[in-house]
């Protein structure tokens, strides 16, 4: 039971990050693949030249990947802003709102909103 508790928790998180965790994990085993088979072509050819920039390089490209998966993951990266094509030229103050509907309009009117409890001791 603990078992599916703790997969049932571990697919929780993960299901939403599941396209940027599968493009991770290959890619993290895309550039070890890729380093190891250079290694091994190092040792056949002993020509050690490019040893040091190649780990320098596979580590470079490793901890880029996991820092763009987290921060693409925490939405600091490809967070859009919506501007009004109106007037791209007019700057909005912090604080201004723009002025138009935005699907709320009608709870702003309403002098008092109802809960559900309130809801369920109406009907009785």
Not at 15 to 32: C, D, E, F, W
Not at 57 to 72: P, Q, T
Not at 86 to 106: A, L, Y
Not at 108 to 113: H, S, T
Request: charged content about 25%; aromatic content about 10%; hydrophobic content about 45%.
């Amino acid at each position: 039971m603990m078992k599916w508790a703790i997969f049932a928790a571990t697919w929780r998180i993960l299901r939403p990050r599941l396209k940027s965790t599968i493009t991770l994990a290959v890619a993290l085993v895309l550039v070890t693949i890729t380093h190891s088979e250079y290694v091994e072509y190092v040792q056949l050819t002993q020509d050690k030249n490019w040893l040091v920039e190649s780990y320098l390089l596979k580590w470079v490209i490793v901890i880029a990947s996991i820092c763009l998966y987290v921060a693409y993951n925490a939405g600091i990266l490809f967070r859009c802003e919506i501007v009004s094509s109106v007037d791209s030229r007019q700057h909005i103050q912090p604080g201004d709102q723009e002025k138009g509907d935005d699907g709320f309009d009608f709870l702003r009117d309403k002098p008092r909103l109802n809960s559900e409890a309130d809801r369920i001791l109406n009907r009785e």
